[in-house]
């Protein structure tokens, strides 16, 4: 079973980026989209950004014009550019590949 690693978060001032990674620990045949979640302490999961296998891909009205989601197949990595962060964009950061979920990275927007 591929497992994801999740690493990028941090620190950043309000207006700042950070570039988030989901490492897979194998290369696997990609059948079903990779969606990056985010959960705030005391809301429930959202969904933030999803790319398919074809890479197309769609965004939460909240983070559109802001995030990027892309892939790079030759390291079996997706990862999500956030530019102009926000304080409400901070977040344990997860992503999901159908069952498999990695640890959460941890995103604080703060100055």
């Known amino acids: 079973q591929v497992q994801l690693v999740e690493s990028g978060g941090g620190l950043v001032q309000p207006g700042g980026s950070l570039r988030l990674s989901c490492a897979a620990s194998?290369?696997?045949?990609?059948?079903?989209?990779v969606i990056w979640y985010r959960q705030a302490p005391g809301q429930e999961r959202e969904l933030v950004a999803r790319i398919s296998p074809s890479d197309s891909t769609s965004y939460a009205d909240s983070v559109k014009g802001r995030f990027t989601i892309s892939r790079d197949n030759a390291k079996n990595t997706v990862y999500l550019q956030m530019n102009s962060l926000k304080p409400e964009d901070t977040a344990v950061y997860y992503c999901n590949y159908f069952k498999t979920w990695g640890q959460g990275t941890q995103v604080t927007v703060s100055s």
């Open positions: 194998r290369i696997f045949r990609v059948i079903y989209s």
